[in-house]
């Protein structure tokens, strides 16, 4: 698992919002997203897939041989996925249904245009901004290297949509993880809103929960860049979290986004419903305002007194970090999945044992992935491992 979450589950809360998911969200909503996402062949391979779904299959182009599998790259393989591209359209039109103005604008700005701004940092605040986070106690990493390199291809189109969602061994290890790991976010976050609604009776702000989900993780393209092994780029801590939380809460404050947006954000890896957690939350504003420049009390992130997040405290913010426990189930998708997708990959596609630690599994792996998730890997693997088979094999000729 990556630095991404603390060791904190809570089931109920977990429950209660899948439940939510499943109970509330529109049909349709689900199935442009979901119907589209299984490649025809691979859909027959699952025989637990319920039969409406199934006859709304997205075009696919089929399975490729493994030598087209080990020439494509993030890119490739994210744009040929159904399933990342409908994610990937859910998420705009999302975004599109953001009443405030402003905070559409921003969203749109940054799905459109992932490139950091933080990484025009110059040397001089550089330097600046690792003293201010060493003597905090923020980071312990050198002062060169505590911020992600700035990638050689980056440009004001660095993409988002084939970035991995996680680090290469956590839940969303694969080209468009990230889009996929944030539409079951977002959806799931609009079923706990609703059901707010539905149960309790009142509105919470459904501009401010949602943008904030749909933003959660926007370093991620930064922090997890591929490399040349078609693997992704290990995370480092900052402030006792994944550098990408505090660094996506950097960017918002570099980008003068509303307070309440960016504390609701900032609980998306814990809530602040005691001293605790709420510490690691303010914390994490706090490296964020370091990093971008800026007075966290001033700005509004945090209460007068610098202790807590602004009183009394919004419930967005503990929606935010309800709807980002996609990682419960996901995480142990890959973990269980990959040693069952090695043995195949021996068996049915001839890599060797170096093979399997270097470019050719992880492309192999990739494709799998960004094609039929390890969700659904995972699920088919609960009926055996001839499912996981026939899965790959749909994706990807064996040899
Ligand atoms: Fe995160
Ligand atoms: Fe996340």
Redesign the pocket.
């Known amino acids: 698992m990556d630095l ?1 979450k603390r060791d904190f589950l809570k089931i109920s809360a977990i429950t209660a919002s899948a439940a939510a998911a499943n109970l509330l969200l529109p049909r349709g909503a689900f199935a442009a997203v979901f119907d589209s996402a299984m490649p025809a062949s691979a859909q027959a391979a699952d025989e637990s897939r319920p039969r409406s779904v199934q006859t709304a299959a997205a075009p696919f182009s089929g399975a490729i041989g493994m030598d087209a599998c080990q020439s494509l790259d993030y890119n490739e393989m994210a744009a040929r996925s159904p399933m990342i591209q409908a994610s990937w359209q859910y998420l705009r039109r999302e975004a599109e249904r953001i009443e405030d103005r402003t905070l559409r604008a921003l969203i749109n700005d940054i799905y459109g245009n992932s490139s950091p701004r933080l990484a025009n940092l110059d040397s001089g605040s550089r330097k600046l901004v690792w003293e201010q986070l060493n003597a905090a106690g923020y980071t312990k990493q050198d002062r060169n290297n505590f911020l992600p390199p700035v990638p050689p291809d980056m440009n004001d189109r660095y993409p988002c949509v084939a970035a991995p ?2 680090g290469y061994g956590s839940h969303h290890a694969y080209p468009g993880g990230l889009i996929t ?2 539409a079951a ?1 977002v959806m799931i976050t609009s079923a706990i809103v609703d059901t707010y609604k539905e149960v309790y009776g009142y509105d919470v702000n459904r501009d401010i929960a949602v943008a904030a989900q749909l933003l ?2 926007l370093h ?1 393209p930064y922090v997890f860049q591929w490399l040349d092994d078609a693997s992704s780029r290990v995370e480092q801590p900052l402030a006792g979290t994944g550098e990408h939380h505090v660094l996506s809460l950097a960017e918002l404050i570099v980008r003068q986004a509303p307070a309440e947006l960016i504390v609701a954000q900032a609980c ?2 814990t809530h602040p419903g005691n001293e605790t957690e709420e510490n690691q939350v303010v914390n994490w504003l706090k490296a964020a305002a370091i990093i971008a420049g800026a007075d966290p009390v001033r700005y509004g992130l945090l209460d007068a007194s610098g202790k807590t997040l602004p009183l009394p405290r919004r419930q967005e913010g503990f929606i935010c970090h309800l709807g ?1 426990h ?2 419960v189930l996901s995480v142990p998708a890959v973990q269980w999945t990959l040693p069952v997708m090695r043995e195949i990959a021996k068996r049915d596609y001839k890599l060797s044992d170096n093979d399997l630690r270097g470019k050719p599994f992880n492309s192999l792996r990739n494709m799998v992935y960004s094609q039929v998730s390890a969700m659904r890997l995972e699920h088919a693997y609960v009926g055996g491992r001839e499912r996981v088979r026939a899965l790959m094999h749909s994706v990807v000729r064996p040899v």
């Open positions: 991404e969602g996680s790991h944030v976010n959660h993780d991620k998306a890896h980002d996609d990682f």
